[in-house]
């Protein structure tokens, strides 16, 4: 069976916007499996995970991106080169490419976990998160579970709405990756999703206190923090990955956040962060 070839556009790096916290709460869940950012993740406020995902990654050249494109189309059942080939679209914010690249792989390969799984994940990134339940429950198997992929369902259970179906993903994650920073924070997050704050901020802290632990995770703790309206904590924790005025600013998006009545639906219906 033929496809359309999968076409290329590029977008400069210096046009692409990062939003900061005064714009949105950004909730990202789940834990990444490669060297690029995906879909499963852990993600956080504002310019903390931004400018951490930029030092992490490189966009992509065009010409990396055509030979890609290149390969994939000769062989869309080439498992190995659809996963690079998006791996590149998705750093270059070409999510829904990516999916579609994932999506073709994947109808030539339905057995191939690994294939399942990052298609999976980019449909989680790509928000249609009941067809990215569907898949990754296919991607590993009861007998033998892949922590990152309960991750990612998490995820997807979490941007639903479906806290305790996510937070049970997350727990078993956890059996297979005790102390799992990203997963706890996570976890972390879910609970704050669900209103549990004081869970929230346990667990964020436990999560913030493990080797590894990032800005994101620590970005995570202090939303909870501003959460709860403990903004001097709250900026205590944004002081360490971010200079005194950028840690005010976003503590004072923190404050009107935390003083909208509908806050826990503004953070439910906020953006993925991949």
Request: hydrophobic share 40%; aromatic share 4%.
């Amino acid at each position: 069976m033929k496809t359309a070839p999968i076409r290329v556009t590029t977008t400069p790096a210096s046009t692409r916007r990062r939003a900061g916290l005064a714009a949105a709460v950004l909730v990202a869940l789940g834990l990444a499996g490669c060297n690029t950012r995906s879909p499963e993740t852990t993600g956080s406020i504002g310019e903390v995970g931004a400018r951490q995902t930029a030092s992490r990654q490189e966009t992509p050249s065009r010409q990396d991106l055509d030979a890609l494109a290149e390969r994939f189309n000769a062989n869309p059942g080439d498992g190995r080169t659809a996963v690079a080939y998006a791996r590149a679209l998705r750093s270059n914010d070409q999510a829904a490419q990516a999916s579609a690249v994932l999506q073709q792989a994947a109808l030539r390969n339905p057995r191939d976990t690994f294939i399942l799984g990052a298609y999976g994940k980019s449909l989680v990134e790509a928000g249609r998160y009941r067809e990215a339940i569907d898949v990754l429950a296919n991607a590993h198997s009861p007998a033998s579970p892949d922590w990152r992929i309960l991750s990612a369902q998490g995820s997807a259970s979490a941007q639903l709405g479906e806290q305790a179906r996510a937070q049970s993903f997350y727990e078993a994650a956890l059996k297979i990756r005790p102390n799992e920073p990203s997963l706890l924070s996570n976890l972390g997050l879910s609970y704050a999703l669900s209103r549990n704050l004081d869970q929230a901020e346990q667990t964020l802290r436990l999560a913030a206190d493990q080797p590894g632990a990032d800005a994101r995770v620590r970005a995570n703790l202090a939303l909870v923090l501003g959460l709860k309206g403990r903004f001097a904590d709250a900026e205590t924790v944004l002081r360490r990955d971010m200079g005194p005025e950028e840690a005010a600013a976003n503590v004072a998006s923190l404050r009107k956040l935390a003083a909208q009545p509908n806050r826990f639906k503004t953070l439910s219906g906020a953006p993925q962060q991949g």
